[in-house]
């Protein structure tokens, strides 16, 4: 197996990452290698993405003990806190869960670390393979002169938009918007701030599992990369059905290279449901253009998965509307997505992503 993957990542850096914009250099199996993606954004457009890379590991090993929300580690004076962090379950059922870090302390039992969800309903035990990472950041995630520079703050010249934490329903807007300021104005500071309330916002977390907009409102493209390590196993995004309510969750390809859309693993994982009724889909899957021409762009493609009890349409994905097969799509690496939940009940499902060394690249 570590041949394998050895020869994956070597492979990853010298078919995939040339065309893709992807550099990866050799490392060792145990670790995950680094690389680069190198995004274009249109001139007056929007782009729709995720990031494929993420952040060194803080932490890798075994947990000590798991009670109620704590769970027990060997920190060794690791500090989780010095910045916005999140720990992955790596083995077991759960494998690619991940959970947001409250908090860090030490008590008789040794070094915790705290959630806000019971850890002990979870496949979480003695022995099982953990992993600490910090999140994103807008500071971290777009260092020094890798975004363009606004020197209008009221004015800016491009910005990241996000959409409310707690935000649900259908075509949720992305109301927060931030850009990045060179202090020529005078009265900020170089650095991140709140688009309108000019709030410092260098230290803003970008969810693993959330896409996010680009706005470039240049008169010409820009060209954007971002630095990190390549996400070479399992990890899992959380997807959200409601029982009034249709549900948008906005989400993203979230490997660095493009696929298949059945590469995915939509169906496979149980969070896409399929549809005996090629007329009135019940889950959709829409998909951003990674080559947009405008702002506040609709997504390009909507689709949905046939079960072939139709009788005159096979099992498979297809165009909403036209019903032309839309099987051989390919999803651009860190392209974002919306999976459209139809309502039936309040539930939280886990879209758990293949490892990418069992993908089929376009």
């Not at 078919?15 to 250099?25: H, I, N, R, S, T």
């Not at 059922?93 to 030490?106: A, C, M, P, R, T």
């Not at 600490?132 to 209008?152: A, C, H, K, M, Y």
């Not at 390590?229 to 390809?253: E, H």
């Amino acid at each position: 197996m570590k041949n394998k993957s050895k020869f994956l990542i070597f492979s990853l850096s010298a078919a995939l990452a040339a065309p893709l914009g992807l550099q990866a250099e050799p490392v060792s199996v145990a670790t995950d290698p680094v690389g680069y993606v190198t995004t274009v954004v249109p001139n007056q457009s929007d782009l729709n993405l995720g990031a494929t890379l993420h952040k060194e590991s803080l932490y890798v090993g075994t947990v000590e003990d798991v009670d109620l929300n704590k769970v027990y580690l060997q920190l060794d004076g690791i500090d989780a806190m010095s910045s916005s962090s999140y720990l992955i379950i790596k083995s077991g059922d759960d494998n690619g869960k991940w959970f947001e870090i409250l908090n860090q302390d030490l008590d008789g039992s040794g070094d915790f670390v705290e959630f806000d969800v019971d850890m002990e309903s979870l496949d979480l035990s003695v022995g099982s393979q953990v992993e600490i990472r910090r999140f994103w950041t807008l500071e971290s995630l777009f260092p020094d002169g890798s975004f363009p520079v606004s020197q209008n703050v009221g004015s800016p010249s491009a910005q990241v938009l996000f959409r409310p934490a707690s935000s649900s329903g259908l075509n949720v807007a992305s109301s927060l918007a931030y850009f990045y300021h060179d202090g020529s104005s005078g009265f900020l500071d170089e650095g991140w701030y709140r688009s309108g309330t000019l709030a410092v916002s260098n230290d803003v977390a970008i969810s693993p599992e959330e896409s996010i907009t680009i706005r470039n409102g240049l008169s010409e493209a820009i060209e954007i990369s971002v630095s990190g390590s390549v996400k070479i196993k399992p990890s899992s995004m959380n997807i959200v059905s409601l029982d009034l309510s249709d549900n948008d969750n906005y989400v993203y390809n979230p490997f660095p290279v493009d696929v298949n859309i059945n590469d995915l693993n939509l169906i496979e994982s149980g969070v896409f449901e399929q549809s005996p009724n090629v007329g009135s889909p019940v889950d959709r899957l829409l998909v951003y253009s990674q080559s947009p021409s405008g702002i506040n762009e609709a997504p390009s493609q909507v689709l949905f998965y046939h079960d072939g009890s139709s009788g005159f349409l096979d099992e498979g994905w297809y165009q909403a509307g036209t019903l032309v097969s839309a099987d051989s799509t390919t999803i651009s690496a860190g392209g974002g997505l919306i999976i459209r939940k139809s309502s039936g009940e309040d539930e939280i499902m886990s879209w758990n992503l293949k490892p990418i060394d069992e993908l089929t690249t376009n």
